[in-house]
């Protein structure tokens, strides 16, 4: 159109040779490289960081329920072994370890758009929960699935019985040794009754 102006052809404020000026000044604006491919609100670039953050958050959920499993698995018999307890911790240490790696992942996260910090946030919500377990104390420390204080309790007891039996077997002995020459004296009959006693206290002990 302004080419096609006669030259010399002017309004009085306008030629022919300042409106092709301002033509030529006219250019197209450079296209950007396309930054989200998927039109989901969130820049192809943070999309793999969010991939691997989302990867760490179900590792750390999947240790965490390991954890719980073994700890329940533990707990069913009532006994805690050493050996189970050193399971536990170890299972504990992984899970604690596999929540900050999570944990890093998701706050290094970008907020450069909404639908980003909604990715980061619902993200964040799951690793917060993940609180690890508690390893009960051990009450097998030999695991030989008896509880130790079962186990003092036994020994106690067998002690006693074993005192009781000695007790018997030291007034049986007496009273065949009385028996031998066929005659019982009143010492022998004394010291017998004073066995007797110590039978009967270690008995009710026993």
């Known amino acids: 159109a302004v080419k096609a102006l006669p030259e010399g052809t002017t309004d009085g404020t306008n030629t022919k040779d300042s409106l092709q000026g301002r033509v030529n000044d006219v250019n197209p604006v450079a296209v950007p490289t396309v930054t989200d491919a998927n039109n989901n609100g969130i820049k192809d670039s943070d ?22 499993k073994a700890l329940a698995d533990a707990n069913a018999d009532g006994i805690i072994s ?37 990715a980061k946030d619902g993200l964040q919500g799951r690793v917060d ?44 002995k007496a009273l065949a040794d009385a028996k031998a020459d066929g005659i019982i004296s009143q010492e022998e009959a004394a010291k017998i009754a004073e066995l007797n006693k110590a039978v009967e206290s270690k008995k009710v002990a026993a």
């Open 129 to 172: 929960p993940l609180d690890g377990i508690t390893v009960p104390a051990v009450t097998d420390a030999d695991n030989n699935g008896i509880k130790d204080s079962d186990e003092a309790a036994i020994a106690s007891a067998l002690e006693k019985v074993k005192a009781a039996e000695d007790a018997e077997k030291a007034a049986e």
């Open 82 to 118: 050493q050996a189970e307890a050193d399971s536990l911790n170890a299972l504990k240490a992984k899970a604690a370890e596999t929540k900050a790696a999570a944990d890093a992942a998701v706050k290094a996260l970008s907020e450069s758009t909404d639908a980003a910090k909604a």
């Open 47 to 68: 999309e793999a960081a969010i991939k691997d953050a989302l990867d760490k958050v179900k590792a750390a959920e999947a240790a965490e329920k390991a954890a719980e």
